[in-house]
């Protein structure tokens, strides 16, 4: 579990310049095996929120805990964080280090001081997880910007953390790409019980998530399940952030008299079932 508690974070100068600090009193927890989509708009915090998390800045008041280790503590405690705690960027050039994919994948593992053998066979693993095995030998220079992504995932995954932080890791790619790397990682939270907060500014994207977390200007706005958080159009709106589509024509259809359709729709799946159960 991931506890952050009443957590203050501000950029250098920002107090001096009248700048409100990047956090704000934020309180919130992630449990085993959840899958958070934490949105907001730019500068709400969310990518502060994410390198707290996985201890690469600490915060300057309050605390935030992981499987009981305060990230301010130093030390050994600040090594087993972040083992526990894996970090994909937004853009997979800032995190790629090594030439060739396999090599990638191995540069976690080989960090940890793991045999040769238990590398290898992780290796193995997520060349086939993440789709990789056609490109093991390529340059990583050579790959597309959805092959980096993936083997940026990889990379991290190849430590077995138990939580997987994805900062906006589909906004540089198709979305066909997006759509099944997204599957991936919530596949890994079902099977293997890892925490998976996908940092994200696409409304469509919350629906297959446990839960959403709204974040604006600092603090969170809302949290909850989609259908939840989704219910509050007017904050979302004042927050910058509009409805997706399909929950957008739902609240349509209702107005013109579907009134038995839910509040809130999700995906087309959820219309096109709404709309057969009233034939």
Same mark, same amino acid.
């Given at each position: 579990?991931?506890?952050?508690?009443?957590?203050?974070?501000?950029?250098?100068?920002?107090?001096?310049?009248?700048?409100?600090?990047?956090?704000?009193?934020?309180?919130?927890?992630?449990?085993?095996?959840?899958?958070?989509?934490?949105?907001?708009?730019?500068?709400?915090?969310?990518? %502060?929120?994410?390198? /707290? @998390?996985?201890?690469?800045?600490?915060?300057? &008041?309050?605390?935030? !805990?992981?499987?009981?280790?305060? +990230?301010?503590?130093?030390?050994?405690?600040?090594?087993?964080?972040?083992?526990?705690?894996?970090?994909?960027?937004?853009?997979?050039?800032?995190?790629?280090?090594?030439?060739?994919?396999?090599?990638?994948?191995?540069?976690?593992?080989?960090?940890?001081?793991?045999?040769?053998?238990?590398?290898?066979?992780?290796?193995?693993?997520?060349?086939?997880?993440?789709?990789?095995?056609?490109?093991?030998?390529?340059?990583?220079?050579?790959?597309?910007?959805?092959?980096?992504?993936?083997?940026?995932?990889?990379?991290?995954?190849?430590?077995?953390?138990?939580?997987?932080?994805?900062?906006?890791?589909?906004?540089?790619?198709?979305?066909? %790409?997006?759509?099944? /790397? @997204?599957?991936?990682?919530?596949?890994?939270? &079902?099977?293997?019980? !890892?925490?998976?907060?996908?940092? +994200?500014?696409?409304?469509?994207?919350?629906?297959?998530?446990?839960?959403?977390?709204?974040?604006?200007?600092?603090?969170?706005?809302?949290?909850?399940?989609?259908?939840?958080?989704?219910?509050?159009?007017?904050?979302?709106?004042?927050?910058?952030?509009?409805?997706?589509?399909?929950?957008?024509?739902?609240?349509?259809?209702?107005?013109?008299?579907?009134?038995?359709?839910?509040?809130?729709?999700?995906?087309?799946?959820?219309?096109?079932?709404?709309?057969?159960?009233?034939?």
């Amino acid at each position: 579990m991931i506890e952050v508690n009443n957590v203050t974070f501000r950029y250098s100068g920002e107090a001096e310049e009248g700048i409100a600090p990047a956090l704000e009193e934020v309180t919130l927890r992630i449990d085993e095996g959840e899958t958070i989509a934490l949105i907001g708009h730019n500068g709400s915090g969310k990518s %502060t929120l994410a390198r /707290l @998390l996985a201890a690469i800045v600490l915060p300057q &008041r309050g605390s935030v !805990i992981v499987d009981g280790l305060r +990230t301010d503590a130093g030390g050994e405690s600040l090594w087993q964080i972040r083992q526990s705690v894996g970090l994909v960027f937004q853009n997979p050039d800032d995190q790629l280090v090594t030439n060739t994919v396999i090599d990638e994948i191995a540069f976690g593992p080989e960090n940890l001081g793991l045999p040769r053998f238990e590398i290898e066979e992780r290796v193995e693993e997520m060349l086939d997880l993440l789709d990789l095995r056609p490109y093991a030998r390529h340059a990583v220079s050579d790959l597309s910007q959805g092959q980096k992504q993936r083997l940026a995932v990889a990379g991290v995954l190849a430590m077995r953390p138990r939580y997987l932080i994805l900062d906006e890791p589909t906004t540089m790619i198709p979305g066909h %790409t997006a759509e099944q /790397l @997204l599957e991936t990682v919530r596949r890994l939270a &079902r099977e293997r019980g !890892i925490s998976v907060l996908h940092i +994200t500014h696409h409304m469509y994207e919350l629906a297959d998530f446990d839960r959403v977390i709204v974040m604006n200007r600092g603090r969170v706005l809302l949290d909850g399940t989609p259908a939840s958080v989704l219910r509050h159009r007017e904050e979302l709106e004042r927050a910058g952030l509009g409805l997706p589509l399909i929950t957008q024509l739902g609240q349509r259809l209702r107005a013109r008299g579907w009134s038995q359709l839910p509040e809130v729709i999700l995906t087309l799946d959820d219309l096109k079932a709404a709309l057969c159960s009233l034939k």
